[in-house]
């Protein structure tokens, strides 16, 4: 039976936490083959008490803190270098989509006879339509420079095969590891495999990136400059 380990880095989650570990409990705690990785991400909030009053009788989950925030791929990365399963990945701890979707893209691995060629991402539906508008642009755009086919870059959750992982050279620390892994996966030629989620509002918060017109200026700019340095690379 095949291991999952699930990274969710939490960047001041404190009042998603009771409802985040909650749903974990309720899924992942009779799943003996998966572990839940939390990765305290230079929280400034009380996410790690919050963490400790409430994950400390969870056995299905570790904790991974980093002390100081230096962007959401450096929080997945250090979940990720910590994960003891066969099959790796991450989502989201701001529950738009449920913990429960990681459990269908585990199943692709658990039927599969050759899962180190897979790698699993979900695709959301039910978006505000500025926000999918951003989406489709932001594909056509990757998929012209980078000359992959490519949609719906930051959907979660991502699951792949350790062995894919231990390959990386590099990655980025910010947002753009999604478009890092993506991209990787199909020049490695690994068979994507895609399913829907359903994208719901957040609970609590605001996210670190999408709460302006200003903070969409500043994701679509990072990701812009990492584009044409993965571009340059491949020439």
Not at 3 to 10: D, N, Q, T
Not at 101 to 125: A, T, W
Not at 220 to 231: A, P
Request: hydrophobic share 40%.
């Amino acid at each position: 039976m095949k291991k999952l380990s699930l990274i969710i880095p939490c960047f001041n989650e404190s009042k998603n936490l009771p409802a985040l570990l909650s749903k974990c409990k309720e899924i992942f705690a009779s799943e003996k083959n998966v572990e839940i990785i939390l990765v305290d991400n230079g929280s400034t909030d009380d996410t790690s008490q919050v963490l400790d009053r409430i994950s400390t009788h969870m056995s299905f989950i570790r904790r991974v803190k980093v002390d100081i925030n230096q962007g959401y791929g450096h929080g997945v990365l250090a979940g990720l270098a910590e994960a003891n399963g066969e099959i790796i990945g991450w989502t989201h701890a701001d529950l738009q989509t449920e913990p429960s979707d990681v459990l269908i893209g585990f199943n692709f691995f658990q039927k599969s006879p050759k899962p180190e060629l897979l790698f699993i991402k979900g695709k959301r539906h039910n978006r505000p339509i500025l926000d999918t508008f951003f989406t489709i642009g932001m594909a056509i755009f990757e998929t012209v420079l980078l000359r992959k086919p490519m949609w719906d870059i930051n959907a979660q959750p991502t699951l792949f095969h350790k062995s894919f992982f231990l390959n990386w050279k590099s990655p980025p620390n910010d947002f753009s590891l999604d478009l890092y892994a993506y991209y990787f996966a199909i020049k490695a030629g690994l068979k994507i495999k895609r399913f829907p989620v359903h994208f719901k509002k957040r609970l609590h918060g605001e996210s670190n990136w999408n709460f302006s017109l200003t903070s969409k200026y500043r994701f679509i700019k990072r990701t812009l400059v990492y584009s044409f340095n993965l571009h340059r690379k491949m020439d």
